[in-house]
């Protein structure tokens, strides 16, 4: 037949002679390269995975003897800073059964297809491994699993800004160009102990662990800027449903996502403030001596399902 064929996982089609061609994405005529057009098909190796399981049977240990994965960032003409949507994930001895394993490849695509592809390979297999009748009706499980992981996603987090910290190679770079000094604390051995700080080139002061900042005028002399990095986001009425915003003593030790998940299950603004700054507290006492001021705001968005109990302000 002169139709298309799947061949190792690539597509080909056939011309006149039958013979067959290798399938083209579109490109503008005479700009790829041999080597650039391998990567139209994903040819190469960006990220890598290749492990040994075992070679003893299904019975003993499973169906699965050896695994690979790879993936490599596709090309678009002019557009050097194309990012890879696509993830993988891999789970042998899954759900703790070493008879059970887990692929999974996801295809992102559209503005944040990247992230919808990272957030699935974190999220999906641990809410499929939580099904209680994974053994006797998998299919109905992996189903549920799909459903509850959608439901997340729609509540999933984005950053609406960034931590001007010295860890930014950004933001470093400025300290240095402006005579100053970025390092962390050191303990008796010299061994750095904590996050990078700001310092002046020839005195350990004044420490700081950010570098934009009001009013310290120390800091100020070797680099650290009142001056606001500014991102912006289209808001979308009914698919935007919240902000949340914190001092460090939130963010410390809550990532983005358990802080939405934790207003999303909230009845109420107040309750929803409440219920960080309790979460940040008892992290804070899990993991440090000390326990920094911690404040947060959550606001409500018009169209948006949440609160589930509505009121106007608190």
Request: charged share 30%; aromatic share 6%; with cysteine.
């Amino acid at each position: 037949k002169k139709g298309p064929v799947r061949t190792h996982g690539m597509y080909r089609r056939r011309n006149a002679s039958g013979n067959a061609m290798r399938r083209r994405l579109s490109v503008m005529p005479g700009q790829v390269s041999i080597g650039e057009e391998a990567k139209l098909d994903g040819l190469g190796t960006e990220n890598e995975s290749k492990k040994e399981v075992g070679s003893s049977g299904f019975d003993k240990e499973g169906v699965v003897k050896c695994y690979t994965s790879l993936s490599r960032v596709g090309y678009v003409p002019f557009n050097n800073r194309k990012v890879n949507q696509d993830r993988y994930t891999e789970h042998v001895n899954f759900a703790g059964d070493k008879k059970k394993c887990l692929f999974g490849v996801f295809d992102g695509h559209g503005a944040h297809g990247h992230d919808v592809s990272q957030f699935l390979i974190t999220h999906l297999p641990p809410m499929i491994a939580k099904g209680k009748n994974l053994d006797k009706d998998p299919r109905e499980e992996i189903s549920r699993a799909f459903m509850a992981t959608s439901l997340k996603l729609d509540k999933s987090a984005k950053a609406l800004s960034i931590d001007q910290k010295p860890e930014l190679e950004s933001e470093a770079r400025r300290i240095l160009l402006s005579g100053g000094r970025v390092q962390a604390c050191r303990d008796c051995d010299g061994n750095p102990v904590g996050p990078l700080r700001v310092w002046l080139k020839h005195q350990d002061i004044p420490g700081l662990a950010m570098t934009r900042s009001f009013g310290d005028k120390l800091a100020a002399s070797v680099g650290v800027t009142c001056k606001p990095e500014i991102l912006e986001h289209d808001m979308k009425e009914g698919e935007d449903q919240f902000i949340i915003l914190g001092s460090d003593g939130i963010w410390e030790f809550i990532e983005n996502q358990d802080a939405v998940d934790i207003v999303a299950e909230s009845k109420t603004a107040k309750e929803a403030a409440q219920a960080l700054v309790l979460e940040a507290t008892r992290r804070w006492q899990k993991e440090e001596e000390v326990i920094d001021d911690i404040t947060a705001t959550v606001v409500y968005l018009h169209g948006g399902k949440f609160p589930p109990k509505e009121e106007k302000t608190s």
